[in-house]
């Protein structure tokens, strides 16, 4: 599976790493990022020297695919009709700001990485065995968050 890394993919405020000395620049997200930026960007967030401690980087980010999810309509398909809307208000809740960042989430603007699709499979298992559930769909992404 190959996705490459574009400048475009970059989220706004992704933090930027030039650390050429790096031994996990390769591997690294942020430096990759940082590769693309163009030459008349002057600023911006970046990764300071001060991340590097005792061998390892604060805040290193593999530079991998991971499988990213959107939409919750399947999540509940299989649910009896008075468990849905609480299942519903529960995944709803993990947003923490109302219903706009879940409808975006629904609508595949936003897209879940794996670590958040477990949490929601935990809300989930509250109500129904998780076996077989999904999300609508998936893609192939880098995990900037």
Not at 4 to 9: A, S
Not at 25 to 42: F, I, T
Not at 78 to 96: D, G, I, Q, W
């Given at each position: 599976m190959?996705?490459?890394?574009?400048?475009?993919?970059?989220p706004?405020?992704?933090?930027?790493?030039?650390n050429?000395?790096?031994?996990?620049?390769?591997?690294c997200?942020?430096?990759?990022?940082?590769?693309?930026?163009?030459?008349d960007?002057?600023?911006g967030?970046?990764?300071?020297?001060?991340?590097?401690k005792?061998?390892?980087?604060?805040?290193f980010?593999?530079?991998?695919?991971?499988?990213?999810?959107?939409?919750?309509?399947?999540?509940?398909?299989?649910?009896?009709?008075?468990l849905?809307?609480?299942?519903?208000?529960?995944?709803?809740?993990?947003?923490?700001?109302?219903?706009?960042?879940?409808?975006?989430?629904?609508?595949?603007?936003?897209?879940?990485?794996?670590?958040?699709?477990?949490?929601?499979?935990?809300?989930?298992?509250?109500?129904?065995?998780?076996?077989?559930?999904?999300?609508?769909?998936?893609?192939?992404?880098?995990?900037?968050?």
């Amino acid at each position: 599976m190959e996705k490459i890394l574009e400048l475009k993919m970059i989220p706004w405020g992704y933090e930027i790493c030039f650390n050429n000395d790096c031994q996990l620049r390769e591997k690294c997200l942020h430096y990759q990022a940082g590769l693309l930026m163009p030459s008349d960007r002057l600023s911006g967030p970046a990764v300071y020297p001060a991340a590097w401690k005792d061998g390892q980087c604060q805040r290193f980010r593999e530079y991998k695919l991971v499988r990213k999810a959107w939409g919750f309509n399947k999540l509940y398909r299989n649910l009896p009709r008075h468990l849905k809307t609480e299942a519903r208000e529960c995944v709803m809740s993990y947003f923490s700001g109302g219903c706009g960042p879940y409808y975006r989430y629904h609508h595949g603007e936003n897209k879940l990485s794996p670590s958040q699709q477990e949490d929601i499979m935990n809300i989930m298992s509250k109500f129904c065995s998780t076996e077989g559930l999904s999300f609508d769909r998936y893609e192939w992404d880098y995990d900037f968050t």
